[in-house]
T-cell receptor, first 115, second 113 residues
Framework: DAGVIQSPRHEVTEMGQEVTLRCKPI?????LFWYRQTMMRGLELLIY????????DSGMPEDRFSAKMPNASFSTLKIQPSEPRDSAVYFC?????????????FGSGTQLSVL | SQKIEQNSEALNIQEGKTATLTCNYT??????LQWYRQDPGRGPVFLLL?????KEKRKERLKVTFDTTLKQSLFHITASQPADSATYLC????????????FGQGTELSVKP
């Protein structure tokens, strides 16, 4: 398996623009997580899905952020409109789902810069 | 609120020595705790998981302890090598969290030759 695949690897955009980050989890994994990492706040959990259903989105900072998982092999995180404070590395991770203590596999992340 | 604390300052040690990293947590009753390694520009990579009924776990040069009374986990790397230089993150979790995993800020380790 190729692991968790994220795209794009880097994204530079201007304030006010819509940004869409994409993730393909490992095949067969039931859980998918979106994290954001900054120097100040570390690795923050934004939202996670189980079997394509959002379970906990309490970490989503504002209504400008939305996430979808239309099928088991694809998820998106959208920011509309984007702001400079959204600049961070966004990670997607997946895990094999039957128990709650499965390890997470992370993608390489998307480095987002909002100018 | 739940809080996870790791050494905020970078840890610098000499090659061959043992590195010890600390993870403290409050307002948690974790059933297990995971440790991850993160290299610059990469996503975290799983290293070890220790359960509440396990006091200690080993994997090659790595050793993790879990003290639920002290609410602390220690992560040791023996005979450290420059290739061990990275940031190490801990993530305690309990069964009530439904698969959710929250990470500490991480500790940066630098092993000098």
């Amino acid at each position: 398996d190729a692991g968790v695949i994220q795209s794009p690897r880097h994204e530079v955009t201007e304030m006010g623009q819509e940004v869409t980050l994409r993730c393909k989890p490992i095949s067969g994994h039931d859980y998918l997580f979106w994290y954001r990492q900054t120097m100040m706040r570390g690795l923050e959990l934004l939202i996670y899905f189980n079997n394509n259903v959002p379970i906990d989105d309490s970490g989503m900072p504002e209504d400008r952020f939305s996430a979808k998982m239309p099928n088991a092999s694809f998820s998106t995180l959208k920011i509309q409109p984007s702001e400079p404070r959204d600049s961070a590395v966004y990670f997607c991770a997946s895990s094999a789902g039957q128990s709650t203590n499965e390890k997470l596999f992370f993608g390489s992340g998307t480095q987002l810069s909002v100018l | 609120s739940q809080k996870i604390e790791q050494n905020s300052e970078a840890l610098n040690i000499q090659e061959g020595k043992t590195a010890t990293l600390t993870c403290n947590y409050t307002n948690y009753s974790p059933a297990y705790l995971q440790w991850y390694r993160q290299d610059p520009g990469r996503g975290p990579v799983f290293l070890l998981l220790i359960r509440e009924n396990e006091k200690e776990k080993r994997k090659e040069r790595l050793k993790v302890t879990f003290d639920t009374t002290l609410k602390q986990s220690l992560f040791h790397i023996t005979a450290s090598q420059p290739a061990d230089s990275a940031t190490y993150l801990c993530a305690p979790s309990d069964y009530n969290q439904g698969g959710k995993l929250i990470f500490g800020q991480g500790t940066e380790l630098s092993v000098k030759p």
